[in-house]
């Protein structure tokens, strides 16, 4: 599959795969052998039936193997780009054991992007009409399939957005060159013309609590994210010129700072910019950087390159565009100039110990080797924590103590009639856990209204 | 989308409008905001619920126009729709009966206290409500506030009203009249909240500041409207915008507000000349 040089895509906010042509997309699913007991997938959270789709694509036939997918996925333009299919349904698949596994999330992708451009928009089917009315809150993945799933069972549903726009973190986290918008926007209409009503500007907890939302609606999924950002709580991260990578990440995507002044968010971006942590959002912020404007970038990391958290495709990208990696450094300090704008990180370098909890070795800091890393931006990535507005303003419901809502293996919460899922049940994950949690509430809340 | 149902020149720069929101007024207690976005490409800019009305549905807001998006948001008229409304956001403010409350409004914050005077003259307080800004002009809401305070105290820079002189010299005549007082509430410019809580704090007299941060999401997302308070960092969006005046980091404050000057400078430019040629 094809990619964009890297002079070219630094310049602009365009994808960087190019995506299959028709000929590489059917020899690619003619690889899969259609094993009799598939694991890939098992290694797929909403177990789309991959030896399916494979077949008819592999025919040509495309319209149904696209129809294939969406029995069990309704973002199949958006898992295709953004799983980390090289560690779910990739990762199982049994030609990888000796070759390369079949590159479904790819073959997911051209299935999706080739319905668009022929713009055979699947008819929206649903099932016959019920009364019951549901309330979705939150519009990132877990919320749109939760409300997909059940519209198709009839059910009247009604989803609940505080931002203005839909989406989540499709929309405000995940750049552009990565997951176009048109892309999210065209998945988001799929979604309505099934007949789900999505109310933006809408801030559950403070406009309406969830009791108000039990008196109008049978029931009530809370799919609102893992949106507060995690600082690091050192000197000087409250100076100007350090942001939380939702605060950058939000004025780029959502807001569209890359088109100020037409576009009337600001953004302010320095020449050296460093971003702290190793995850796909560290690795995110630091290509978007790249694109406006500046001349150094780099990851701060207090592991290795192996530990990262990030895809290795997102590493390897960055890597490839020019970010310097600078691994077993951990921040402590920014000083500011006479202005109050950042102007330098004292780091200290840090070297692996014994390993920890999470299985990876512990990095722990070496005595007396403190350096100054000179920025003008600081991004910080260092993870989010689920939302806690609507636990804070929903006594009875119950959370962990880092904030994740606790639910049972239905989606249920400790409240009757209220069911969650994606982050903020379990905290920064994936978007196809989120998708996954949002279809087992769906079957929990039609199971519930059916007895 | 939120209609405007009237709109109101105050003074040369503020503007007044209510606005049909039914859902925002159901919901509104004194002390907390909304997001404007007034057309797409806008910003998400926060501004006060001067005032709301759950049975007519409507919301009142008070603005001054100081950039781009607070001048798009004017150059709508009656009748015309905003792109966006959402609130409302942040804790209202604190309500019991406290006994006798100032309550300093400054500039465009004169606007801000109403619905905060107004509630505390419910719940029982003696309320003296200073209000004060450059001129006469920028004096707004005089006469509501007067009907709703037990006394009213008017101070401009220029004399052109009331004393001559800041809202501070006021708040410091009445401590210094011996007068017994158990709240003390600003909002107001940076410079102007930081000299009042300069006033009450060796006195240990509890007051509370509006903070007016920078802010993007307004719903805890992204950390831009962050202030230390008491050492620690708060986001005034969702724990705020009211903190304890004593604590807050004014230095900090200030310097935060300030970081995309030449940039909005740039943006309202580009309005200007939009708006000029459209
Ligand atoms: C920069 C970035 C890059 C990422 N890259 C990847 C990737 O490559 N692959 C991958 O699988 N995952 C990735 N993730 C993680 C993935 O995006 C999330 O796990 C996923 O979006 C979670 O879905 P969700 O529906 O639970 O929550 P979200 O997508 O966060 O959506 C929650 C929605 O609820 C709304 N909301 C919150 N509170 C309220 C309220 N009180 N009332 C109403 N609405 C509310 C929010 O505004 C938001 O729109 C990335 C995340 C980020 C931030
Ligand atoms: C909780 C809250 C409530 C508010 N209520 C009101 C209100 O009722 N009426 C009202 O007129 N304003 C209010 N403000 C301030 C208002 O949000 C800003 O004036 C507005 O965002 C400016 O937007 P702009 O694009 O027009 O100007 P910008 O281009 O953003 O700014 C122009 C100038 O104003 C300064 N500025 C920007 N934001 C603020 C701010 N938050 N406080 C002080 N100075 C700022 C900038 O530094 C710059 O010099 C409130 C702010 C907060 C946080
Ligand atoms: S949804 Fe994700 S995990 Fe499932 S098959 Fe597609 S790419 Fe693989
Ligand atoms: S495991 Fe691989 S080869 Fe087997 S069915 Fe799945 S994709 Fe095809
Ligand atoms: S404005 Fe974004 S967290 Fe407060």
Known sequence: MGERSVVERITDFQEVPLGYTLEEAISEAKRCIQCKNPQCVKGCPVEIDIPGFLKYLALGNFESAIKKIKETNSLPAVCGRVCPQEEQCELKCVLGVKGEPVGIGNLERFLADWERAENRKQKAESGEKKKDKIAVVGSGPAGLTCAGDLARLGYQITVFESLHVTGGVLTYGIPEFRLPKKIVEMEIDYIKSLGVEIKTDMLIGNVYTIEELLKEYKAVFIGSGAGLPKFMDIPGENFDGVYSANEYLFRVNMMKAWKFPEYLTPIKIGKKVAVVGGGNVAMDAARVSLRLGAEEVCIIYRRTKNEMPARKEEVHRAEEEGIIFKNLTLPIAYHADEKGWVKDAKCIQMELGEPDSSGRRRPVPIEGSNFKIPVETVIVAIGNSPNPLIPHRTPNLKTERWGGVIITNEGATSISGVFAGGDIVRGAATVISAMGDGKRAAKAIHKMLSA | ?278
């Open chain 2, 1 to 278: 989308m939120p209609k405007i149902l009237s709109k109101e020149k105050l003074s040369e720069n503020i503007s007044k409008i209510v606005v049909e929101a039914p859902h925002v007024a159901k919901a509104t207690k004194p002390g907390q905001f909304i997001v404007v976005v007034p057309t797409e490409n806008a910003e998400r800019i926060p501004l006060t619920i001067a005032d709301f009305d759950k049975k007519q549905g409507t919301i009142t807001i008070i603005f001054q126009i100081v950039g781009a998006t607070t001048r798009i948001l004017n150059s709508l008229k009656e009748g015309d729709n905003i792109a966006h409304i959402l609130g409302p956001l942040g804790v209202p403010s604190h309500m019991e009966k406290f006994g006798t409350v100032v309550v300093i409004g400054g500039g465009v914050g004169i606007a801000e206290i109403y619905p905060v005077v107004k509630s505390l003259k419910e719940t029982g307080n003696e309320v003296i409500t200073i209000i004060g800004a450059r001129c006469k002009e920028l004096l707004i809401y005089e006469s509501e506030l007067r009907t709703q305070s037990a006394e009213l105290k008017t101070t401009t820079d220029d004399g052109s009203s009331g004393r001559k002189g800041f809202v501070s010299d006021e708040l410091k005549d009445i401590i210094n009249s011996g007068k017994k007082i158990d709240r003390v509430i600003v909002v107001g410019p940076v410079p102007m909240m930081r000299v009042c809580c300069d006033v009450t704090k060796p006195l240990a007299i509890k007051t509370m500041v509006s903070l007016n941060t920078l802010m993007l999401d307004a719903t805890g997302m992204c950390g831009i409207c962050r202030v230390t308070v008491g050492g620690e960092t708060k986001f005034a969006c969702v724990e705020g915008p009211e903190f304890d005046g004593h604590q807050v980091d004014f230095g900090e404050l200030a310097s935060r507000l300030s970081a995309y000057k030449n940039k909005e400078k740039e943006a309202d430019n580009h309005v200007c000349r939009l708006l000029k040629n459209g």
